[in-house]
């Protein structure tokens, strides 16, 4: 057997690996001296905070067969009394209803023990799974950034912050949240990354500007004309990257911090280490930061429902046209050739047709006579460029061409929309022809016609010329 003194070290040392953050080799070291010192009640309870530090079902379990396994020996020792205590009454009462529902009978044992203890208020705290996460306290990466912002706030400078972190780190090297923040100052310190100690003291202020940027640009491509939808996720990224390289640093300088005072706790072997850090406490989160992230997420929402909303609606659109096809144009006569014949000149794209008519004109002199017009009207809201891209096969589907000479993409004009036009000599009459094939969102057709010389700007205009007769948008 050793002394109290050796378990008091024992204890002492397996605490600092808590606090250290390294829970497994807390849990070594107390159950080693256990079985060197025997059954010792402080360190039984150390070894089962080292489980329940986990904060993993299995190792709740653990931490209550150590607690049993003390409180068999040690009935009336506070400390554990108040340490299970906790752990029953911050268990979930529906996963582990047996163990919540010891909480209360030990809670009364502590009142008879210890009416006016600490240890009974610590445990009595823990009545709720809120009390329990509030308990946990906040996250490193919300104390560290706390603790950052106000060495920046009082500091005269940066360095002289920087200075002050290392002096108080240098007082207690096993303080892990000093070493941390000596080591975020450190980094912070450093030439060129004055944008970045900007950016940790006005996280919440950039993410509401950069999420008003982003739901700017999202609502922007309904306002002021359509543009690529990967432009206002291309600026979103691009303004998350001072985030990112802000997370990286913060990360790696809790890391290094975290190793400096584990080390610190190897090299004294056994120091203890202080209950309190000196920083203050870490508030919640103030008023102003809440409104500022909640507002930016609202703007942000109500930016992609919005957009969300529009963009189908626009998906869903076409332009509404009537069939108006004059009985006279340039001087050549309407032949009706019958509505609904020739529907699927220009392609079968989805969608509801709702008229189709085919007109020839005939008469008149020089290029131009002899004009048919083929065109469908309708909801071709899935309606692209394919529909003409393809002129060979569109060509293949016209009675009397066989092949084309010459084919190009034409302006569609101001109807918009997609054209495409090819010249070709007829089959039975060896006359040159061309034919303009035109598809948008709410028509497609066709328009053939004599040109034995004309140039393309002709062949387009007429093309043009033609549709726009024939077809009127309709409110």
Do not use: N
Request: charged residues 25%; contains cysteine.
């Amino acid at each position: 057997m050793h002394s109290e003194e050796d378990a008091a070290s024992a204890c002492a040392h397996a605490a600092a690996l808590i606090a250290a953050g390294r829970y497994a080799e807390a849990r070594k070291a107390a159950e080693a001296a256990l079985e060197t010192d025997g059954p010792e009640p402080q360190l039984l309870l150390v070894l089962a905070r080292a489980h329940m530090a986990e904060d993993e079902d299995d190792h709740d379990d653990d931490a209550e067969r150590v607690f049993r396994r003390a409180l068999d020996t040690f009935p009336d020792h506070v400390d554990l009394l108040a340490g299970y205590a906790e752990l029953c009454l911050r268990s979930d009462a529906l996963d582990r209803p047996g163990r919540h529902a010891r909480g209360p009978a030990l809670l009364e044992r502590l009142r008879e023990l210890a009416p006016d203890s600490p240890q009974l208020r610590r445990a009595a705290a823990s009545t709720s799974v809120l009390a329990a996460a509030a308990g946990k306290g906040p996250s490193a990466a919300r104390v560290q950034r706390h603790d950052v912002v106000h060495a920046l706030t009082t500091a005269a400078s940066p360095e002289a912050a920087e200075k002050e972190a290392r002096q108080q780190a240098a007082l207690a090297p096993s303080d892990r949240r000093l070493a941390v923040l000596d080591a975020t100052l450190t980094a912070l310190a450093r030439p060129g990354r004055a944008p970045l100690r900007l950016l940790v003291r006005r996280t919440p202020e950039y993410l509401f500007v950069a999420s008003l940027a982003v739901a700017a640009l999202l609502l922007a491509r309904h306002l002021l004309g359509p543009f690529p939808f990967w432009i206002p996720w291309a600026v979103g990224l691009l303004l998350d990257l001072p985030l990112l390289a802000l997370r990286l640093l913060l990360r790696g300088a809790r890391a290094r911090g975290g190793e400096r005072a584990s080390g610190a706790v190897d090299a004294v072997d056994a120091g203890p280490v202080p209950a309190e850090s000196s920083l203050s406490s870490v508030p919640r989160y103030a008023r102003r930061e809440l409104a500022l992230i909640g507002a930016g997420a609202a703007v942000t929402l109500g930016a992609l429902v919005t957009t969300v909303v529009l963009t189908h609606a626009e998906y869903t659109a076409y332009p509404r046209y009537e069939a108006v096809a004059p009985y006279g144009f340039r001087g050549m006569t309407r032949m009706d050739m019958g509505e609904g014949l020739g529907a699927a000149a220009a392609g079968a794209p989805g969608g509801r047709i709702e008229a189709a008519f085919t007109h020839s004109y005939t008469g008149g002199a020089g290029d131009g006579s002899e004009l048919t017009v083929t065109a469908s009207i309708g909801d071709f809201h899935d309606a692209s460029a394919a529909l003409v891209r393809d002129s060979h096969t569109l060509l293949s589907e016209t009675p009397g061409v066989t092949s084309a000479d010459d084919t190009w993409t034409a302006d569609a004009g101001a109807y918009g929309g997609w054209m495409r036009c090819s010249r070709y000599v007829e089959d039975l009459t060896g006359t040159p022809k061309a034919i303009c094939f035109w598809a948008d969102k709410g028509s497609m057709g066709s328009v053939t016609f004599k040109a034995s010389d004309m140039p393309h700007a002709d062949i387009e205009q007429l093309a043009r010329m033609t549709r726009q007769t024939v077809l009127r948008p309709s409110s």
